[in-house]
């Protein structure tokens, strides 16, 4: 069974650009949880989607958005980016209110 | 909102040592899970956690989810090279997947030859 998966697994953007990250969840799972990993700050959660509704987010602008597709596929988007977006970030999938959440590799994004 | 305090922040071992690590947190969680995660992956699932006093076992790590709902540690028995990343506890609050998982920031484990 395929896990999780990210793509693209590098993107480099300059300041003030968009990126578009993306994320294909386990088979079977409806929920797909963003979250940045900065260096030297763990992992922050930044969005939660389940059937194709935005469910909750974490402490972050509005420029970072996204959606979740009727394949339970999701996207992330940062508008705007500035030079302190630069981190892993990481999409994970459950089934929807199971707490065991399985990551992709994620989608390293390096703005400069 | 809610933080866990995760220690120590490294370990420097020889191969062989048994490992310790733990969690504690300033609010209740529902649920503990400890995560490795090697350098350009993602967060593996080791161990979950779902009751007060829970001892969990998987090959050599043991994990135990405190009586007080805020605490919770991770042993590794016999350790080996392949055990070298960073372990993160995570832990779920009441509001079940509302708030995603809160994260600690992490045990980085360095096996010495």
């Known amino acids: 069974e395929a896990g999780v998966t990210q793509s693209p697994t590098h993107l480099i953007k300059t300041r003030g650009q968009q990126a578009t990250l993306r994320c294909s969840p386990i088979s079977g799972h409806t929920s797909v949880y963003w979250y940045q990993q900065a260096l030297g700050l763990g992992l922050q959660f930044l969005l939660w989607y389940d059937e194709g509704e935005e469910r909750n987010r974490g402490n972050f602008p509005p420029r970072f958005s996204g959606r979740q597709f009727p394949n339970y596929s999701s996207e992330l988007n940062v508008n705007a980016l500035e030079l302190e977006d630069s981190a892993l970030y990481l999409c994970?999938?459950?089934?929807?209110?199971?707490?065991?959440?399985?990551f992709g590799q994620g989608t390293r994004l390096t703005v400069v | 909102g809610q933080q866990l305090n995760q220690s120590p922040q490294s370990m420097f071992i020889q191969e062989g040592e048994d490992v310790s690590m733990n969690c504690t947190s300033s609010s209740i969680f529902n649920t503990w899970l400890w995560y490795k995660q090697d350098p350009g992956e993602g967060p593996v699932l080791l161990i979950a956690l779902y009751k007060a006093g829970e001892l969990t076992s998987n090959g050599r790590l043991t994990a135990q989810f405190g009586i007080t709902r805020k605490d919770s540690f991770l042993n590794i028995s016999a350790s080996i090279p392949s055990d070298v990343g960073i372990y993160f506890c995570?832990?779920?609050?009441?509001?079940?997947?509302?708030?995603?998982?809160?994260f600690g920031k992490g045990t980085h484990l360095i096996i010495q030859p």
């Open positions: 994970a999938s459950t089934l929807l209110w199971d707490t065991e959440a399985f």
């Open positions: 995570a832990g779920q609050g009441s509001g079940g997947g509302a708030d995603g998982l809160t």
